[in-house]
Antibody, heavy 112, light 112 residues
């Protein structure tokens, strides 16, 4: 069974970078799927942030402009999110997913 | 970006009642490859989102067949034929035809 697990700091200061890791077990991320980062804001709003494909190509939400980077370490079967220059508006629960399978989510608060 | 309009925002139901949720898209979700990438998710309280229906009407493995999806083009519907207590939560439609992928605002299903 495919399982995803997010990890990373729950508190980030404004203007700093947010870095999260998604560890995948039960499936090799180079075998298939697009591996996404998705966030849920306080309330119900969901936002797709971007993905890294099984081949390593990336696709980002233009709303995040040049702040986002998604990379991977195939030797560890992990992929990563980096979001630069965060503000309080980036406070959300962050999920890694391929839509069929989701991590449990990590709540990230941006606050000084 | 494609806007998905979900209605109603809140749905009150009794156990055993059949209910429907509408998702209307600001543009056709028919991809040039012939697929329509419209999916339905359920997020139960305290849990990660779960894929229920993919490609408009295909039931995800393990999902009860009281859930069904229909529609085409810009109009889509999720139907629950006989609500059970475990169905409570927030339902989202999500489209993957046009980048960036976008979500509906969610429909909260609660017990009457």
């Amino acid at each position: 069974e495919i399982q995803l697990q997010e990890s990373g700091p729950g508190l980030v200061k404004p203007s700093q970078s947010l870095s999260l890791t998604c560890s995948v077990t039960g499936y090799t991320i180079t075998s298939g799927y697009d591996w996404s980062w998705i966030r849920k804001f306080p309330g119900n709003k969901m936002e797709w942030m971007g993905y890294i494909s099984y081949s390593g190509s990336t696709n980002y939400n233009p709303s995040l402009k040049s702040r986002i980077s998604i990379t991977r370490d195939t030797s560890k079967n992990q992929f990563f999110l980096q979001l630069n220059s965060v503000t309080t508006e980036d406070t959300a629960t962050y999920y890694c997913a391929n839509f069929g399978y989701w991590g449990q989510g990590v709540m990230v608060t941006v606050s000084s | 970006d494609v806007v998905l309009t979900q209605t109603p925002p809140t749905l009150s139901a009794t156990i055993g009642q059949s209910v429907s949720i509408s998702c209307r898209s600001s543009q056709s979700l028919l991809h040039s490859n012939g697929n329509t990438y419209l999916h339905w998710l359920l997020q139960r309280p305290g849990q990660s989102p779960q894929l229920l229906i993919y490609l408009v009407s295909r039931l995800e493995s393990g999902v009860p067949n009281r859930f069904s999806g229909s529609g085409s083009g810009t109009d889509f519907t999720l139907k629950i034929s006989g609500v059970e207590a475990e169905d409570l939560g927030v339902y989202y439609c999500v489209q993957g035809t046009h980048a960036p992928y976008t979500f509906g605002a969610g429909t909260k299903l609660e017990l009457k």
